[in-house]
């Protein structure tokens, strides 16, 4: 029988969180460049947080979240 990892006793649903993330636009790898260190709970809430963070910087990046 697997094992799953110690019983909690309590069922919960993994929460929803989005990063924002931003990449150089040059880079096929996308590599990630920054990812920001919040944990929002609504995909709108980081792609904004990350145009926020990309408005401020001097290269071009392009976000994804
Ligand atoms: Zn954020």
């Known amino acids: 029988m697997a094992s799953h990892g ?3 006793g ?4 993994p929460p929803l ?3 924002a993330e931003a990449y ?3 880079d096929h ?4 460049v920054w990812g920001c260190p919040h944990e929002h709970t609504t995909v709108e809430g ?3 947080c990350g145009q926020d963070w990309i ?3 001097p290269e071009t990046l ?3 979240a």
């Open 6 to 8: 110690p019983v909690t």
């Open 10 to 13: 309590k069922a919960s649903l």
């Open 17 to 19: 969180i989005y990063r």
């Open 24 to 26: 150089r636009d040059t």
């Open 29 to 32: 790898f996308r590599e990630t």
């Open 46 to 48: 980081a792609l904004n």
């Open 55 to 57: 408005g401020s910087q």
């Open 62 to 64: 392009t976000e994804s």
